[in-house]
């Protein structure tokens, strides 16, 4: 695809529960405007819809042309930059949509973690960095590896998919890719009811109540919190990042999260120097895959 000039660019974050869209200058990195819809995950006819609805809203408030529309969504996106080429076991009907032709202008669809890391690596948290690991806390768990300067991709556009990694290799729980005992099952939104048994709904519920002392909470989110932590302290030792940023929804917990996660940190990470790698909540928080999908978009990868 083109670069695209002297335009604004529509970001759109295709997730399990909310679809997210701005209005970005991407010279400026300054959202312009922001809408939120219902995915109403299982109705792909209702979600598709909204999209385009969303999308149309956006062009029609900015007050210069849009140059084009970045798509983030869960899974692998295809060589040509379409569609969503492989979503194993959410989001029906997400596999295989021709985004191009759907919203009828130029799109660019990018695996979600990987555009709020490009979000992050040109306007936010990682600005400046070299080396680079998010992850993206949310219904489910992804991530991205900024490599040498570069968002690192992989051979089939699957590098980054963090949540994916096993750290109970025992467990009787597969999660969506067959690993078993996965980071995502650990601590994704998605999980929340299992891991207590249906005491909770959501993480927004069991850190409430994790606040409020109640035992069958407190013992959840501290087991989840350390389970993140060993898989990033893994991570680490694999791609010796010079930091680690949050992203997503959960992040939302604030000190609930950060507090014990630096607790564990210090428990599991393996320092050779001394140095902890600083791990920092996302500067877009749960914005940065929309703002990320239009900033790839102008970039003419």
Sequence with gaps: MEKLRNGNAVGIDLGGT????????????RAL????ADTHDGRPQHWKQQVVD?????????????????IAAPGIASPDGRTIAHMPGRMEGLEGVDW??????????????HAALVAEARYGSVRGYDHALMLTLGTGVGGGLWLDGKLYRGHINRAGHVGHISIHADSPVLGITDIPGSLESAIGDATVAARTCNRYRNTEELVAAYRGGEPVATLAWLN?????????SSLINAFSPEIVV???GIV????????????????????????????????FEDWAGAMGAAAYLSMGN
């Design 18 to 29: 909310r679809i997210k869209g701005t209005l970005v200058d991407p010279a400026a990195g």
């Design 33 to 36: 405007h922001q809408c939120v």
């Design 54 to 70: 969303m999308v149309d809203q956006l062009r029609a408030l900015s007050d210069i042309p849009v140059k084009g529309v970045g």
């Design 100 to 113: 191009h032709a759907l919203l009828g202008c130029p799109v660019s669809v990018l695996n979600d973690a």
């Design 224 to 232: 989840s919190v350390r389970q993140l932590a060993v898989g990033i």
């Design 246 to 248: 949050l992203a997503g």
């Design 252 to 283: 939302k917990a604030d000190d609930a999260l950060f507090g014990p996660l630096k607790r564990f940190m210090e428990q599991v990470e393996w320092q050779p120097f001394g140095g902890a790698v600083p791990i920092q909540k996302a500067h």
